[in-house]
């Protein structure tokens, strides 16, 4: 004896189950369903709005860096210039020489510590 399920009861044998009517919806469970789907919706918004100030933020700071980085190699090349001034006065000139690769270095240590 073997046991067989299908949808439809065999032909000649048995009838249809009778199915017990499907409940009316909830009217207080699609009032929640509807406010949840709302906040999800305004949750995404939030989200997608943080990401996209995120995103420029980043792209902001990375220029912010750009430049600072370009100010930095500006300010270390004309300290090596004004040290190699020095290097090559001449006596009379070495005192000015000396002060302008001073202020160079003092520069170059505000704007680009370390």
Known sequence: ???????????????????????????????RLAAARAALTAIDRTRAAQAERDAHEFERAGRAALALRKRCDKLRLQARW??????????????????KARRQAEALAVECPG
């Open 1 to 31: 004896m073997h046991v067989i399920y299908a949808d439809r009861p065999c032909a000649g044998a048995g009838a249809p189950l009778a199915l017990p009517p499907t409940p009316a919806p909830d009217p207080m469970q699609a009032t």
């Open 82 to 99: 004004a040290d190699e001034d020095l290097a090559r006065s001449s006596d009379a000139a070495k005192a000015i020489a000396r002060v």
